[in-house]
């Protein structure tokens, strides 16, 4: 007992870490649970249109912020300077104005968006939520600080308080207006909620308006590629629904929202971790320096793969039962749609943690050479998948292009000394066996949801 509470309260690497990932995982965790709560209330006052017309701002606004994204906060991770006050401030103050161009492209967007998607509630909704994004540009430095040196706890207690301030806000302002209006204002409350309290609750200088040439040099240097890269990012993470919401109607792109929600937890607390905890780790413990950084570094991401893995197959598993449990039936097919995305998302669980080891070595280059070719192959896949077989193609299309962009990874992987193949074989053998088995149990509402939302 006394040497496990010696690993979380000690000062070197091991103890940071795991007092790290405890904090990410819970506040990850946390941030989930408001979500569902605030998301069962909702579904209950407004209508599944109301959750996809949602998606749609979320997919303009949040392509926004990928396609302007030059990784401010990968940069302070692995940069030498990244506790220098010039270095920090100049990124602050181009966070700053990216945030406001990011509010008025919103708007200039607003009314191409509700014209393509035959929306035109985009042309109010679109311009407001872009207002939380030049809020959150004014986020301090300090929370990055704080990833970087692995010191998550206080970091994560101020996030949820933001989280819970917007979402009180969005369930109150949904019984009042029964409209989408709730969900965008919501959103912006949060983003000033959350600004508040880091300004305030974060030790440290605050940040001043800054332009140091050297450092904005280093910054949109090592950015260029997070730009490309978060560009790419965006086919990734949103590109499902900026395709389905042609394809399909809005009552059911809010039905897939709501799948893809509950499917996807395991998956983004595992990148929420990863991508706080593995830079500070492959940066001060490289691989190729000595045997003994690679032998922990194998523990750590087998045991963050197997816990993550081990929640989406259950979420595999149980989708349908949580679905009919959890809401009315106007989300019925939802539940099928958890078996199929928990699946398909299985092989990005697995190899997820290699890409961090190129962005704590400054190659921002390889980095965005396989999020290009996962993104590229995940959007020609999703689109055919969805023209051809309907809804159940474009799901499946999701992890086949995982497996598309695998040789890209390992490539990469390879050049910082970080594949490991018996991992990777390992999981995929238990993920055919426990997820093939979840499939066959499930099968007859997965057969009859493709068969409902076939091709169009």
Known sequence: MQRVVTFFTGQGMAARVL????????????????????????????????????????????????????GIGPSIAQNRRGDDPDFLNTAWTIQVIRGFGLWFLTALLAWPAAVFYGAPELLAYLPIAGAGLAIAGFNPTRIETAHRHLLAGRVTVLDLGGQLAGLAVMVALALATQSVIALVLGGVIQAAAKLALCHYGLPGPANRLRWEKAAADELIRFGKWIFLSTAFWFLTSQGDRAILGKFVSLDVLGIYNIGYFLASFPMLLGHAVNQRLMIPVYRDKPARDAPGNLRRQRQLRSALTAGILGLLLGMAWTGPWLVQFLYDDRYVQAGPMVVLIALALSPAVITMTYDQAALAAGDSRGF??????????????????VAWFGLAGGIAALGLAMLAAYPVLVRLARRHHVWDPLHDAGFALLTLSIGGAALHWHWVEVSAMAAALGAP
Do not use: K
């Open 368 to 385: 965005f050479l396989f999020s290009a070719a996962r993104a590229c192959a995940q959007t020609a896949l999703f689109l055919c998948g």
């Open 19 to 70: 007092r790290s990932a405890s904090w990410l995982m819970l506040g990850y965790g946390g941030s989930q649970a408001l979500r569902l709560a605030s998301n069962l209330i909702l579904t209950r006052i407004l209508f599944p249109e109301a959750f996809g017309l949602m998606a749609l701002v979320t997919v303009v606004t949040v392509g926004l912020s990928l396609f302007s994204d030059v």
